[in-house]
């Protein structure tokens, strides 16, 4: 069965609309919904480049699409067919283009397409029993293929963001550290030509200012 249902913007991982009813019946919801916002960070970020893929978690599988910047997840028992699973969101995606297309890029607050809600409970009513003719249709359909879509486990996933994130932090630190050094060691050069330059300014000035009192005199 179709368990959770959200849309998120990719480029900042902005959430755009989510199934309102999905996770009531649902135990430790809060934490699937915690892990899709994770993902959604992961690929506002650029670590998953997949356009499509299965992610396994606990029970469950998170099942996305990414098109034009969008993603659609929703997640399923590990039963639930995977062929359905994408054509359900397929439909999704169709349905939200159509109406929000035009208002994606320019979305300024969580949620703005809230009252999609009610596309998004009608079409998973549709989803829900895999034996309906209609599905069992959907599922013979030959020409829709998920074979080749990739199935990875959540901790790979997320860890790998995090695993990237740490060493960006690194890079930065360590860059930062480098420029610090490196203006640390200019500072220690300056200091040490004044030191190694100083004494003789100072004799070639007081040369300088005998020489100017001894014409003045004379």
């Known amino acids: 069965m179709v368990k959770l249902t959200m849309i998120a913007r990719v480029t900042d991982g902005l959430p755009l609309a989510e199934g309102l009813d999905d996770g009531r ?7 699937y919904k915690q892990q899709v916002k994770a993902l959604f960070k992961n690929l506002s970020r650029g670590h998953n480049e997949a356009s499509r893929m299965s992610i396994e978690t606990g029970p469950y599988v998170f099942h996305y699409i990414i098109e034009g910047r969008v993603c659609y997840l929703t997640m399923c028992d590990r039963a639930y067919p995977k062929k359905l699973a994408f054509q359900y969101l397929e439909e999704l995606r169709n349905e939200f283009e159509r109406v929000n297309g035009s208002q994606i ?9 809230i009252k999609f809600d009610t596309f998004i409970q009608k079409t998973k ?26 199935t990875r486990n959540v901790q790979e996933v997320l860890g790998v963001g995090e695993q990237l994130d740490q060493v960006s932090q690194m890079s930065s630190r360590l860059s930062s550290e480098s420029r610090m050094y490196a203006d640390k060691a200019r500072d220690l050069n300056r200091q040490a030509l004044i030191r190694k330059w100083a004494p003789v300014a100072i004799v070639f000035g007081v040369v300088f200012v005998l020489f100017w009192l001894k014409n003045k005199l004379w």
């Open 125 to 150: 009513k549709l989803y829900q029993d895999t034996h309906t003719q209609r599905n069992i249709s959907k599922l013979n359909d030959e020409l829709y293929e998920v074979h080749q879509i990739m």
């Open 105 to 113: 890029e320019t979305a300024a607050r969580p949620y703005a397409f």
């Open 25 to 31: 019946d649902l135990k430790d919801a809060e934490f």
